[in-house]
């Protein structure tokens, strides 16, 4: 009898270890196979009472003063007459969605921030994202309560870009770094050291004129075509809060 209760005590811990693997097993796959989508709101909650951080503030302030540097130049030049053309307006704060950064993944593989801002406040997928500095990415996928942002650093990840010194063309590719390459269009960049690279003035599918970064490098002799490698003004790696606009949603 005893023996017996033994064997039966025996089995039912056997059973029991077997669910707690099974059921952290499935938890696991879950998160990995939706990216840990279904997760970020309860994230967002918890950690709301606590945001906005503080983290390397320096580097913030440096981007946005090279953006401002950068979009006053612009201003004074030229961009009243193409937006009238283009019968674009100027971003307001009605147009904009601020939003805390709850999780990166800057330096891993997938190029990604999670912010706290979702469905049920206005962000849709394909949304520009800025930050202190200018242009960060693109929203890519959207829950109630979160978003998940893919950077201008996302391998692949590719957008119009624009030298307004030359008046030429490119299309920025993302390199897993913060320095990613700006291909042009033109078997002659005449780029330089310094340039300023902003999103096109004609861009329909992005706002124009925002800031993107500074030329650190240009290869001229580069097949097919050149290419520069252009240091960014928003470093994903020091934002803490970014703001949506509510302009070039995918329809």
């Known amino acids: 009898m005893i023996k017996s209760r033994k064997q039966i005590a025996f089995n039912l811990l056997l059973r029991g270890r077997f669910w707690v693997i099974f059921l952290s097993g499935a938890l696991l796959f879950g998160i990995r196979w939706s990216k840990g989508a279904g997760y970020l709101d309860l994230y967002s909650v918890l950690l709301k009472p606590i945001l906005p951080g503080t983290a390397q503030r320096e580097w913030i302030k440096e981007g946005d003063n090279v953006e401002r540097s950068i979009r006053l130049k612009l201003l004074e030049e030229d961009n009243t007459r193409l937006r009238r053309a283009l019968s674009l307006k100027d971003f307001n704060t009605g147009q904009r969605i601020s939003a805390a950064v709850i999780s990166r993944s800057s330096r891993n593989w997938w190029q990604q921030l999670e912010i706290n801002k979702g469905s049920k406040d206005g962000v849709l997928k394909g949304l520009t994202v800025i930050g202190p500095g200018g242009l960060i990415g693109l929203i890519d996928s959207v829950t109630p309560l979160t ?81 520069a490698i252009v240091q960014l003004t928003a470093s994903p790696e020091a934002i803490d809060w970014v703001q949506i606009l509510k302009n070039n949603a995918q329809k």
Request: proline share 9%; glycine share 8%; charged share 15%.
């Open 147 to 227: 978003a998940r942002v893919r950077l201008l650093t996302d391998p692949g990840h590719q957008v119009g870009a624009w030298i307004d010194r030359t008046q030429h063309h490119g299309i920025l590719t993302g390199m897993g770094t913060n320095r990613p390459k700006l291909i042009f269009l033109n078997k002659n960049s005449l780029a330089r050291i310094g340039d300023a690279v902003t999103t096109s003035p004609a861009s329909t599918l992005l706002p124009p004129n925002l800031t993107i970064g500074v030329v650190k490098s240009v290869n001229e002799k580069a097949l097919p075509s050149p290419y």
